[in-house]
C-alpha cells in the first residue's frame, strides 16, 4: 500500500520559516520525482518546488531564493524548508511522487498560514 504523507504546516508570521515533511511509503522512493505543489482557496493547484529521481530541483520563479526543496532517499522524505515566507505563500502544500507518465501519488496536504 503506498503511502504519502505531509507534515510540518502550521501558522507562521510574515518573514517567519517552516519545514515541510513528505513521507512515502511503499514505492522505489529514490527512483520517484517528488514535487511541492500548493493551492489556495479559489486557485489552482500550482507547482512550488521538485526534486528529481537524478537530483536536479525546480522552483516555481515565486519561490526562488525562499524556498529549498531536498530529498533523503534513505529515510523516504523529501522536505520543503520555506524562509522569508509571505501572506500570499499561505496554502495547502500537496506532496505528490510521480515516476514516468502513469504512475502518480498525492499526500492529503499540510495547511500553511503566513500571517501578516
Known amino acids: 500500500q503506498v503511502q504519502v504523507v505531509e507534515s510540518g504546516g502550521g501558522l507562521v508570521q510574515a518573514g517567519g520559516s517552516v519545514r515541510l515533511s513528505c513521507a512515502a511509503s511503499?514505492?522505489?522512493?529514490?527512483?520517484?520525482?517528488m514535487t511541492w505543489y500548493r493551492q489556495a482557496p479559489g486557485t489552482r493547484r500550482d507547482l512550488v518546488a521538485q526534486s528529481t529521481s537524478s537530483g536536479g530541483t525546480n522552483y516555481a520563479d515565486s519561490v526562488k531564493g525562499r524556498f529549498t526543496v531536498a530529498r533523503d532517499n534513505a529515510k523516504k522524505t523529501v522536505y520543503l524548508q520555506m524562509v522569508s515566507l509571505k501572506p500570499e505563500d499561505t496554502a495547502v502544500y500537496y506532496c505528490?511522487?510521480?515516476?514516468?507518465?502513469?504512475?502518480?501519488?498525492w499526500g492529503q496536504g499540510t495547511q500553511v498560514t503566513v500571517s501578516s
Open positions: 511503499g514505492i522505489n522512493f529514490s527512483s520517484y520525482t
Open positions: 505528490n511522487a510521480r515516476r514516468g507518465s502513469d504512475t502518480s501519488y
